[in-house]
């Protein structure tokens, strides 16, 4: 199972790897972890930013073999989730001593209050009075979606609570995100699929999505923004 949504969510510390367990062979890091009470062990993988678990069940007699269920997202049952709470525990676990984690969302709200005098407004929220009508676009989780908008009232910048899945990945942890306005003719050259990904949820010839951790550089970040603005506003 794929794992490398954590390298989009905070920074490694690969100094720090060998104290975890993990050995560095070639230009690859691999450790095993014990799944207890259970006669099983994960093999965790990492190469290259890409960070991968196998879960095998370990045999005296016999070559260890690979539990299969574990990668089959359909799969369920009291056991195999199990596995997949352990080793979800293991990877928390490696992340929270291993890599150095920030949040950018405060820091980046106080950017837009200081650079454009700008407050967000908060479009799909849960109205405050219950006769009052509600976007058909929040269904629940789009509450904290923040929008920010130029004088013209045309939003450049909107922030949301997405998950790694929306954007490639196979995890549904859950992420904050901007998007932004780019030039239609740079976008390609933009996106590296690091911090910076084809928009989510909106038109992708012209929008980019950020995330807003310790992966995104804060700098690249309010540059961004501040050509969104521009083209948004009206400035080319």
């Keep these: 199972m794929d794992y490398s949504y954590i390298f989009r969510s905070a920074v490694p510390d690969y100094a720090k790897f060998a ?9 690859a890091y691999i450790c095993k972890k014990s799944l207890s009470e259970t006669g099983f062990y994960v093999k965790l993988l990492v190469k290259d930013e890409k960070f991968t678990a196998e879960v095998y069940e370990s045999a005296d007699d016999f070559p260890d073999s690979k539990y299969a269920l574990f990668d089959v997202e359909s799969a369920n049952g009291s056991f195999v989730s199990q596995i997949r709470s352990q080793v979800q525990g293991i990877v928390e676990d490696f992340r929270q001593a291993c890599f150095e984690i920030s949040d950018l969302r405060e820091k980046y709200i106080h950017f837009f209050e200081s650079e454009f005098n700008c407050k ?4 799909w929220a849960a109205p405050k ?8 676009f929040k269904s629940g989780r789009y509450d904290d979606a923040a929008v920010f908008r130029c004088p013209n009232q045309k939003w450049f910048a909107l922030i949301m609570n997405i998950t790694y ?7 549904d942890e859950n992420v904050f995100v901007v998007n932004l306005k780019a030039d ?16 989510y949820h909106m038109n992708k010839k012209y929008w ?7 992966v995104t550089d804060f700098d690249r970040l309010c540059s961004l923004t501040k050509r969104s603005f521009e083209l948004v506003n009206g400035k080319k």
């Excluded at 104290?19 to 230009?27: V, W």
């Excluded at 899945?165 to 995890?171: A, I, R, T």
């Design 208 to 214: 980019i999505t950020l995330l807003l951790t310790g």
């Design 184 to 199: 239609k003719e740079h976008i390609n050259e933009i996106i590296d699929k690091k911090s910076i990904f084809p928009a």
């Design 129 to 136: 009075n219950p006769g009052e009508a509600q976007s058909s």
């Design 120 to 123: 967000p407004d908060f479009p």
């Design 165 to 171: 899945k929306n954007l490639g990945f196979e995890n």
């Design 19 to 27: 104290s975890f367990g993990f050995e560095k062979r070639g230009d």
